[in-house]
């Protein structure tokens, strides 16, 4: 099975988000998430008075799609012109974990135009794939001699920066498989989940991407605008520590052989939240099936990420499954709300007492009017909870009762994953991809 996702460059967007270097975030009343980051100050990359920045994210044939949608989707809540550039020959590259990711270009008609930040998300062999693009090696460093922003995740500052040269005797972190490779190529390696230098900014893994993106946020446009879009992302104010679901009435979920899982996609679904599901789940070995309720197989995302399911859901509802699972996302969450079909699909889940779940704002727009939380405690994105008739657990990332899981929002979409993976495998299972995705200390 694979997602194909394709990318549309956006007009700015307003943004939600909050954190900085030092601020503490308790959600759900939005005071302060904290995300944490080394840093060594700053000098041509101040913010500028502009409010249009443009950002160029590569993506290749082996990128990490986690960490490709969430730096994407996190820049473009902040205003950022993003333009996703295939360096491939074609158009669409094969991501891991079988999604399809179709840029907005090729690399090639991006060789002019000039970026205020160059960011590269991680994954293995995409970083390679990245040292070896001569033309990509030609931009970026163009872009270091213009004292413009430069960042990578994951692999990429070892793999990719490190055998250009850009990190000769700059402080730089990423993925702890690379530190090694990081250390001889000149840099002077730190394990922060996020470290900035400079006009460099360098991160660790999936699980570090979301704090990765919000600082390259506030080096774009400043503190406030970080802020504002760190806030609604829910973001975990203990990066790195073991994650914790709220168990009520506990039950085993049970499946024969491999798990069949559903993830319904529609136009305005978070793509975050979406592929962030998706990538853990097939990372357990799990059989995802990605239903569109639209009536094409690709929808347009909440940011303007344009994702194309591997079935529609008409075909996806002749088999069973041991989860349906929901995605947020405004948008999506009408969209879900309103197909009969998948309305029908999620009750005979719950009168078979087979598991189903949902986050963000589809707990509150599709599972309680259609009477899914009867007798049921839940969670759901903050600013959606008064829609819920029993508001008792919804200060919890994540809930799960019984055969059903809920969760909160962009920043809760790793915690929501890994609890479905603990539900069907045990915890140590998901410990066990938890850590490699520094989503905890490894």
């Given at each position: 099975?694979?997602?194909?996702?394709r990318?549309v460059i956006?007009p700015?967007h307003s943004?939600l988000?909050s954190?900085s270097?030092?601020?503490?975030l308790?959600f759900?009343?939005f005071?302060?998430?904290?995300f944490?980051?080394?840093?060594?100050k700053a000098t041509?990359?101040t913010p500028m008075a502009?409010?249009?920045?443009k950002?160029?994210?590569?993506i290749?044939?082996g990128?990490e799609p986690i960490?490709?949608?969430i730096t994407?989707?996190v820049?473009?809540?902040?205003?950022a012109?993003?333009?996703?550039?295939?360096i491939?020959?074609q158009?669409?590259?094969?991501a891991t974990?079988?999604v399809?990711?179709v840029?907005d270009s090729?690399?090639s008609?991006?060789?002019?135009a000039?970026?205020?930040?160059i960011t590269?998300?991680?994954?293995?062999p995409g970083?390679t794939?990245f040292k070896?693009?001569?033309?990509?090696?030609?931009l970026v460093?163009?872009?270091?001699?213009d004292g413009?922003?430069?960042a990578?995740?994951?692999a990429?500052?070892?793999?990719a920066f490190?055998?250009w040269?850009?990190l000769?005797g700059?402080k730089?972190?990423?993925?702890?498989?690379f530190m090694d490779?990081?250390?001889s190529?000149g840099?002077i390696t730190?394990?922060?989940r996020v470290?900035?230098e400079?006009n460099?900014?360098?991160?660790?893994?999936?699980?570090?991407?979301?704090?990765?993106?919000v600082?390259?946020?506030e080096?774009l446009f400043?503190?406030?605008?970080?802020?504002?879009?760190s806030?609604?992302?829910?973001?975990r104010?203990?990066?790195g520590?073991e994650?914790s679901?709220?168990e009520l009435n506990?039950?085993q979920?049970t499946?024969?052989?491999?798990?069949?899982?559903?993830?319904p996609?529609?136009?305005?679904?978070?793509?975050?939240?979406?592929?962030?599901i998706?990538d853990?789940l097939?990372?357990?070995k799990?059989?995802?099936?990605?239903?569109?309720?639209?009536?094409?197989l690709e929808?347009?995302?909440s940011r303007k990420?344009?994702?194309e399911a591997d079935?529609?859901?008409?075909?996806a509802?002749?088999?069973?499954?041991?989860l349906?699972?929901l995605p947020g996302g405004?948008?999506g969450a009408?969209a879900?709300?309103?197909s009969?079909?998948?309305?029908?699909m999620?009750?005979?889940?719950r009168e078979?007492n087979r598991?189903?779940?949902?986050?963000c704002?589809?707990?509150?727009?599709v599972?309680?009017?259609?009477?899914?939380l009867k007798?049921?405690?839940a969670?759901?994105?903050?600013?959606m909870c008064?829609k819920l008739?029993d508001?008792?657990?919804?200060?919890?990332?994540?809930?799960?009762?019984?055969?059903?899981?809920?969760s909160?929002?962009?920043?809760t979409?790793?915690e929501?994953?890994?609890?479905?993976?603990?539900?069907?495998f045990?915890?140590?299972?998901?410990?066990?991809?938890a850590?490699?995705m520094?989503?905890t200390?490894p």
């Amino acid at each position: 099975m694979s997602i194909l996702l394709r990318h549309v460059i956006p007009p700015p967007h307003s943004v939600l988000y909050s954190t900085s270097e030092k601020s503490k975030l308790n959600f759900p009343s939005f005071r302060n998430p904290r995300f944490s980051f080394s840093s060594i100050k700053a000098t041509a990359a101040t913010p500028m008075a502009s409010t249009t920045k443009k950002v160029l994210v590569p993506i290749a044939n082996g990128t990490e799609p986690i960490e490709a949608v969430i730096t994407i989707d996190v820049l473009r809540r902040g205003g950022a012109d993003v333009t996703v550039a295939s360096i491939e020959k074609q158009i669409r590259v094969d991501a891991t974990y079988d999604v399809k990711l179709v840029a907005d270009s090729h690399l090639s008609e991006c060789s002019d135009a000039v970026f205020d930040l160059i960011t590269l998300p991680g994954g293995i062999p995409g970083a390679t794939n990245f040292k070896n693009c001569q033309l990509l090696e030609k931009l970026v460093k163009k872009q270091v001699e213009d004292g413009k922003l430069y960042a990578a995740v994951c692999a990429s500052p070892a793999v990719a920066f490190g055998s250009w040269g850009l990190l000769n005797g700059l402080k730089a972190t990423c993925h702890p498989f690379f530190m090694d490779e990081l250390k001889s190529s000149g840099a002077i390696t730190v394990e922060s989940r996020v470290h900035e230098e400079g006009n460099v900014v360098t991160s660790r893994g999936p699980g570090t991407t979301m704090e990765f993106a919000v600082a390259l946020v506030e080096k774009l446009f400043g503190k406030e605008k970080a802020d504002e879009v760190s806030g609604p992302l829910v973001m975990r104010s203990n990066h790195g520590d073991e994650y914790s679901i709220k168990e009520l009435n506990p039950m085993q979920w049970t499946f024969d052989n491999v798990p069949q899982v559903l993830v319904p996609i529609a136009n305005g679904t978070e793509e975050m939240e979406a592929i962030i599901i998706i990538d853990i789940l097939r990372r357990a070995k799990v059989n995802v099936v990605v239903a569109s309720v639209e009536d094409s197989l690709e929808i347009l995302a909440s940011r303007k990420v344009k994702l194309e399911a591997d079935v529609l859901l008409d075909e996806a509802a002749k088999l069973s499954y041991d989860l349906i699972v929901l995605p947020g996302g405004l948008g999506g969450a009408q969209a879900f709300a309103k197909s009969e079909k998948l309305v029908n699909m999620l009750k005979k889940q719950r009168e078979s007492n087979r598991p189903y779940g949902a986050m963000c704002a589809s707990p509150a727009l599709v599972l309680e009017p259609h009477g899914l939380l009867k007798g049921k405690k839940a969670t759901a994105f903050p600013a959606m909870c008064n829609k819920l008739s029993d508001p008792s657990e919804i200060e919890n990332r994540v809930v799960v009762d019984g055969n059903l899981i809920t969760s909160r929002g962009p920043g809760t979409t790793m915690e929501f994953a890994l609890g479905i993976v603990e539900k069907l495998f045990g915890r140590d299972k998901a410990l066990e991809l938890a850590k490699p995705m520094l989503f905890t200390h490894p």
